[in-house]
C-alpha cells in the first residue's frame, strides 16, 4: 500500500478543493492501491469531508482508502506558540511535522502539498524510499543551478548561514518522502518535530518556519530526488499532459489565482473535472483571469469586457431560441 498525507487547514472552506485535484490526479495516473492520510483539524466541514470522500471513491482503482487524522491533539502543545512566532503561516504548514506521531503504525509516506498535481504514477515516487533506508527524508532541491551536493563530505565541514541551511542543499518540502519509523526513533531524546521546528522559529525567524527547519535540522540526513517529482511549471513545457512530472505551483501564481498561460495550469483545472468541484471550474477560472491582484487595470477591463459581451451573446441566443419557438 502506498501511503500518501495531505494537509488541510481550511476556515474558509475552500482548499479543500484543491486536496481533492491532488487525489484524482494521483488516482488517475495510479494503478496500485493508494492510501490517503488527510490531517485537518476543526475547519473541515461535514461537507467537503464526504467531497474528498466522493474524489476518492470515484477515481480509486480498488484496495485503496481515504483515513481523516484530526490533528486536534497535537497541536494544542504548540499551537499557541507556533501563533506568536509564525503568525503568517497556518497551523496547517505544521501538520507533516507530526506524521510520526499521527501515523505509528506506518513507516514511511509521501508528503504532497495541496498546491501540486500529479501526473506520473506515484509508484514510481514510492519507489524511491528503498534507497533511504538511512536517510529520514527525501525531497527535492529548489537550486538546480548549483552542483549537485558531494553526499561524501563530513557534516561539520559544510558550510551553513545563521539559519543552519547549505547553499546547494536547500529542499523544497511541499513533496516529501519521510521516513518516519527513522523519525520516531528521534523522538526519545530530541522530542517531537513540531516543538523542536516551533523552538527553531522563535531562536531563528526563518522565512519558512517548517521547511528551513527541516533542511536545518536534516543538512545530512536527506536523500535528493529528481526535479520532477517537484517541478514548477513554466510556459515553456508544451506537452505537458505527456511529462510525467509532478507540478507545484509553490509562488504566489497559483491557477485559481491567475491565468498565466501554462499548460500545466490546465492539468489542475482538467482534474478539477474529474472532482465533485467541477461546477465551480468556470466562475473560478473566470475569476482567476480579472484578479486585480495580478492584472493590471487595462487587462482587468478588458477581461470584464470580454465576459460581459460573452453573457449577452447567451441572452441573445435564448431569446432567439424562444423567438424560433414561437
Request: hydrophobic share 35%; aromatic share 12%.
Amino acid at each position: 500500500m502506498i501511503h500518501i498525507a495531505l494537509a488541510i487547514h481550511d476556515p474558509n472552506g475552500t482548499y479543500a478543493r484543491h486536496a481533492g485535484v491532488v487525489i484524482a490526479s494521483v488516482l488517475r495516473n495510479t494503478e496500485n492501491p493508494v492510501c490517503f492520510h488527510i490531517l485537518h483539524d476543526e475547519t473541515m466541514t461535514a461537507e467537503n469531508r464526504g467531497k474528498l470522500e466522493e474524489v476518492f471513491t470515484v477515481n480509486d482503482h480498488g484496495g485503496g482508502e481515504i483515513c481523516f487524522e484530526d490533528m486536534a491533539r497535537y497541536v494544542e502543545c504548540w499551537a499557541a506558540k507556533f501563533d506568536t512566532v509564525c503568525g503568517r503561516f497556518t497551523r496547517g504548514a505544521m501538520f507533516r511535522l507530526c506524521l510520526p506521531e499521527a501515523l505509528h503504525d506506518v513507516d514511511y509516506v509521501i508528503y504532497l502539498d495541496c498546491d501540486v498535481v500529479v501526473n506520473l504514477d506515484i509508484s514510481v515516487l514510492w519507489n524511491e524510499r528503498i534507497n533511504m533506508s538511512d536517510k529520514a527524508l527525501a525531497g527535492v532541491r529548489e537550486d538546480f543551478s548549483s552542483p549537485e551536493p558531494d553526499m561524501s563530505e563530513p557534516c561539520e565541514s559544510i558550510k551553513t548561514d545563521k539559519y543552519g541551511i547549505a547553499d546547494g542543499r536547500y529542499i523544497n518540502s511541499g513533496v516529501l518522502i519521510m521516513n518516519l519509523e527513522r523519525l520516531r526513533s528521534e523522538y526519545a531524546c530530541k522530542g517531537s518535530l513540531a516543538k523542536r521546528a516551533v523552538a527553531y522559529a522563535e531562536r531563528c525567524s526563518p522565512a519558512y518556519p517548517d521547511q528551513d527547519f527541516l533542511n536545518a535540522e536534516y543538512l545530512c540526513d536527506i536523500l535528493y530526488l529528481s526535479r520532477r517529482y517537484n517541478e514548477v511549471p513554466v510556459e515553456d513545457y508544451k506537452d505537458v499532459f505527456h511529462n510525467e512530472h509532478i507540478w507545484h505551483f509553490f509562488s504566489k501564481g497559483k491557477p485559481w489565482n491567475v491565468v498565466r498561460g501554462s499548460n500545466a495550469d490546465m492539468l489542475y483545472w482538467q482534474n478539477l473535472m474529474h472532482t465533485p468541484w467541477r461546477g465551480e471550474l468556470v466562475e473560478s477560472f473566470y475569476n482567476a483571469a480579472v484578479n486585480g491582484q495580478y492584472y493590471h487595470r487595462h487587462s482587468r477591463e478588458c477581461i470584464d469586457r470580454l465576459a460581459r459581451q460573452l453573457v449577452e451573446n447567451i441572452k441573445n441566443i435564448k431569446r432567439t431560441f424562444k423567438s424560433n419557438k414561437r
